[in-house]
């Protein structure tokens, strides 16, 4: 059973210099987990970004889905994603393997 770990102070554990009070948090995915649990985490997201083209420049639970080359965009040294997905350590090393080193943490525990 999952349960709601939505706390982002848990993030400070894998990166204890992470300014809480200005980071922007930006999520990956917009499937199931997202849609079933992003309702329910108590995080505010700017926005979440997906590898399925057809879930791009949608809009869920009122975010935007951007294409995963966004982050590409962002500052590296105030951003979190926050990973609503199953296989969280997997999609760490996609992102890692893909984008670049981006602080990352599952959503859900």
Known sequence: MTRFAG??????VQYPNLDLSTVKLVGWGAGATF???Y???PLKLAYTVCPIPSNQGTVI?????KAPEALLEEDRDNLLVVIFARFVPEIM?????NLGQFRS???LA
Do not use: C, T, Y
């Open 35 to 37: 849609r079933d649990f």
């Open 93 to 97: 090393s996609q992102i890692r393997l």
């Open 39 to 41: 309702p329910r985490v």
């Open 7 to 12: 706390a982002l102070e848990r993030a400070l």
């Open 105 to 107: 943490v599952g959503a």
């Open 61 to 65: 639970h009122g975010l935007q889905v």
